[in-house]
């Protein structure tokens, strides 16, 4: 059954880069009420195959098919249903590390870095202490750093940032109303944030 699901996934996703390569083509086209038609068959055809997709996701064990998928899946609902089913360490670790959203760089795309990001979603599911804090001396996005540095309980590793240094200080940013502005809007308040605070409440706490 394993194998199976893993064929029936590659099949399914070969369907539908030629459904989406398709779409693409119709889109091209200049406006046609005549194509309208096929151009709607094809969006319903991909959708049905997108949830056959799913739905094999959520029914799959195999832990390296799955944690492909959490990795590259550009899809939140496909990629939170296969780390659901994810209990591997390791491969949660790599993918807290190495999800398509975890390199983005913290001003280019906010939303990469939010809660609901395939890697933030494979480390509220990371216990491995080791694992934790090998997040924390690699990884490049703040919010993952901050998130890691917060699931320690080790003693050790939180005075190990605690003495770490500056390089446990990280950018940081949050949207803000503007209250003096002309009209009611929304800016990007920018600071720092320096981990070694926040590992020194941890241990307080233990």
Same mark, same amino acid.
């Given at each position: 059954?394993?194998?199976? &699901?893993?064929?029936?996934?590659?099949?399914?996703?070969?369907?539908?880069?030629?459904?989406?390569?398709?779409?693409?083509?119709?889109?091209?086209?200049?406006?046609?009420?005549?194509?309208?038609? +096929?151009?709607?068959?094809?969006?319903?055809?991909?959708?049905?195959?997108? &949830? %056959?997709?799913? *739905?094999?996701?959520?029914?799959?064990?195999?832990?390296?098919?799955?944690?492909?998928?959490?990795?590259?899946? @550009? $899809?939140?609902?496909?990629?939170? +249903?296969?780390? %659901?089913?994810?209990?591997?360490?390791?491969?949660?670790?790599?993918?807290?590390?190495?999800?398509? $959203? +975890? @390199?983005?760089?913290?001003?280019?795309?906010?939303?990469?870095? &939010?809660?609901?990001? +395939?890697?933030?979603?494979?480390? *509220?599911?990371?216990?491995?202490?080791?694992?934790?804090?090998?997040?924390?001396?690699? $990884?490049?996005?703040?919010?993952?750093?901050?998130?890691?540095?917060? *699931?320690?309980?080790?003693?050790?590793?939180?005075?190990?940032?605690?003495?770490?240094? %500056?390089?446990?200080?990280?950018?940081?940013?949050?949207?803000?109303?503007?209250?003096?502005?002309?009209?009611?809007?929304?800016?990007?308040?920018?600071?720092?944030?320096?981990?070694?605070?926040?590992? *020194?409440?941890?241990?307080?706490?233990?």
């Amino acid at each position: 059954m394993p194998e199976q &699901n893993a064929k029936n996934i590659e099949n399914i996703e070969r369907q539908i880069e030629k459904l989406e390569a398709k779409l693409k083509e119709m889109e091209r086209v200049p406006f046609d009420y005549q194509i309208e038609p +096929a151009i709607r068959a094809t969006g319903c055809e991909l959708l049905q195959l997108m &949830n %056959e997709r799913l *739905r094999i996701v959520i029914s799959m064990a195999d832990q390296c098919k799955l944690a492909d998928i959490a990795k590259n899946s @550009k $899809s939140h609902i496909e990629y939170e +249903a296969a780390i %659901e089913n994810l209990t591997d360490q390791d491969l949660l670790a790599d993918i807290a590390l190495n999800a398509v $959203s +975890a @390199k983005n760089a913290i001003y280019s795309d906010w939303i990469a870095h &939010n809660d609901g990001s +395939a890697n933030f979603q494979a480390l *509220r599911k990371l216990t491995d202490q080791n694992l934790l804090f090998e997040i924390v001396r690699k $990884s490049e996005n703040p919010y993952i750093l901050k998130g890691a540095v917060e *699931r320690l309980t080790d003693r050790n590793m939180l005075t190990e940032i605690i003495n770490g240094g %500056e390089k446990y200080i990280i950018p940081w940013y949050e949207d803000v109303f503007i209250e003096d502005a002309d009209y009611p809007a929304y800016g990007r308040e920018e600071f720092t944030i320096d981990l070694r605070d926040t590992a *020194r409440k941890i241990l307080e706490k233990l």
